[in-house]
């Protein structure tokens, strides 16, 4: 009850009608019970808390850049909402907010761009939301949302707000002439659906939810239940079992499709590492490889990777499908083991595979810090082999020309924040052309990944890049749905007509 009396007497709604109250005291008991009125509100705003409510607000430490308060505001909002909704069956709910890729765009606008658009989004959330709900900073690139309890709010209503709100950051932001395009993903719990009936309990909720939900990013939504709790419980992997699983063939290479713009024709697959675990299911590289990376094991993974997608190449061919060659990134270990070149040599020997269908495939900020060393003389022997050269995540790494070319680059992979909505934007369409016409200069091929619409597919045809890659043309597929899949791409491309002679 005493929740109830002050969320009355204290919030907003008492401005509005402080003047109704005053009118109607002095209507029924005369200037006596006006001064009593205007004596006794006061008094029990004060014995509410109403007075150190302010004070907490105006003295509450807020981030720097966007205004908000910090992660200590959202877990005193979620305590009072929660114990608000135990005493008189509201309903609440905590949303998590983080922008995804966002060191990347740090990394190509700039700090002073990165803080604009912490600014924007934090406008942009505020608009959303109703003046009582509580908004903070938790993180460089992350928000979030205590909702004030609401008389109802279901799974269906939630899911409906965290659109909004994806929605409404993902508009663009301009900056200087720069129209500069992001992704959001959101997390959120209801506070029916905690596993704890606490303030804590539900933030963490949430915060499973939002990781869950950068799994799948870009622009995805999750909400929490208790199958992801299971899950996020089993996420927990051991050094010596993820080793264990490169040995036995749990983690191996699922291919995604690269196509020619011009003809249509599938160009190769890129080799992705995946696991499925016998109990658990699928693993998220995420989560997996930094655990193999930290055992040492990436140069073990380098070498399965290659031989099953080898052997993946080898057996289209003897299938008689046309799959020109497989693309396999080659981590930094890798990349430094004197014995690479002769190894690679052997496993083309042993397959009968010719080097050039394979395509190795760098990271632009191994080319953008490595000097003349162990790296660069095997990229090059790799080269000189007959192997491809592509340059992975090109426009976040630096790279300058006289690497590229130091490097024996032959093809360049445009970055996914090129691509997103290259077909709605000039400053994109201008920054691809501009990658392009760079390349073309230099002689090298190019291949755009994360096409996600066939807006984009068309627009980069347009613009002239050789390739395209990314979920709007085919999501990484086990070897065994390759087979379905090069069918009936070749289905879909019409073969030239023939022109034939006549006898005059």
């Known amino acids: 009850m005493r929740l109830r009396l002050r969320r009355m007497l204290i919030g907003p709604q008492t401005l509005a009608f402080l003047p109704a109250i005053a009118l109607g005291a002095f209507w029924l008991g005369g200037e006596e019970w006006l001064i009593a009125t205007a004596l006794g509100l006061p008094l029990a705003f004060g014995l509410l808390g109403g007075f150190s409510t302010l004070g907490a607000q105006a003295l509450r430490p807020c981030d720097g850049v966007t205004g908000l308060p910090l992660r200590g505001s959202l877990e005193t909002a979620a305590r009072t909402t929660m114990s608000g909704t135990l005493s008189d069956r509201s309903a609440t709910a905590c949303f998590m907010i983080a922008i995804d890729d966002f060191d990347v765009t740090t990394e190509r606008y700039g700090r002073t761009a990165a803080d604009h658009i912490l600014q924007k989004s934090a406008d942009r959330i505020r608009s959303v939301l109703r003046d009582q709900d509580v908004t903070c900073r938790i993180g460089s690139a992350s928000f979030g949302i205590a909702l004030a309890p609401v008389m109802r709010l279901d799974i269906e209503s939630a899911i409906h707000m965290a659109s909004r709100l994806q929605a409404a950051l993902e508009e663009p932001v301009v900056l200087d002439n720069t129209v500069i395009y ?99 299911g699928p693993i998220a590289p995420m989560d997996f490889l930094p655990v193999l990376e930290s055992a040492g094991k990436l140069a073990r993974l380098g070498e399965v990777m290659l031989s099953r997608s080898l052997t993946a190449l080898r057996a289209w061919d003897d299938a008689g499908l046309d799959v020109p060659g497989v693309a396999v990134n080659f981590s930094p270990d890798e990349l430094r083991n004197p014995k690479l070149i002769d190894y690679v040599q052997w496993e083309l020997d042993r397959f009968d595979l010719a080097p050039g269908r394979l395509s190795v495939e760098v990271l632009e900020t191994v080319i953008a810090a490595s000097p003349e060393d162990v790296v660069a003389r095997n990229v090059n022997g790799l080269a000189r082999l007959g192997c491809r050269i592509d340059l992975d995540d090109f426009g976040t790494g630096h790279a300058s020309i006289a690497s590229i070319r130091r490097f024996a680059v032959q093809r360049i992979k445009i970055d996914r924040s090129f691509v997103m909505k290259v077909d709605r934007d000039a400053e994109q369409q201008r920054m691809v052309a501009a990658i392009l016409t760079m390349a073309e200069r230099l002689g090298l091929d190019t291949l755009a990944e994360g096409v996600e619409t066939p807006g984009e597919h068309a627009m980069l045809a347009q613009l002239g890049c050789g390739h395209v890659q990314g979920f709007g043309l085919g999501r990484p597929m086990p070897f065994e749905a390759t087979a379905d899949w090069i069918r009936a791409q070749a289905a879909t491309v019409e073969d030239p007509p023939r022109i034939t002679g006549g006898n005059g």
């Open 182 to 280: 992001i992704s959001v993903s959101v997390g959120f719990c209801l506070g029916s659906r905690a596993p704890d009936p606490s303030g804590e309990g539900l933030i963490a909720a949430a915060a499973t939810a939002l990781a869950e939900a950068s799994r799948n990013a870009p622009s995805a939504i999750r909400s929490y239940s208790d199958e992801l709790r299971r899950t996020e419980r089993s996420r927990h992997i051991f050094a010596d079992e993820a080793a264990a699983a490169l040995e036995n063939g749990e983690i191996h290479p699922h291919f995604q499709p690269q196509v020619s713009t011009d003809t249509g024709r599938i160009t190769g697959f890129e080799a992705l590492a995946r696991w499925n675990h016998p109990e658990r």
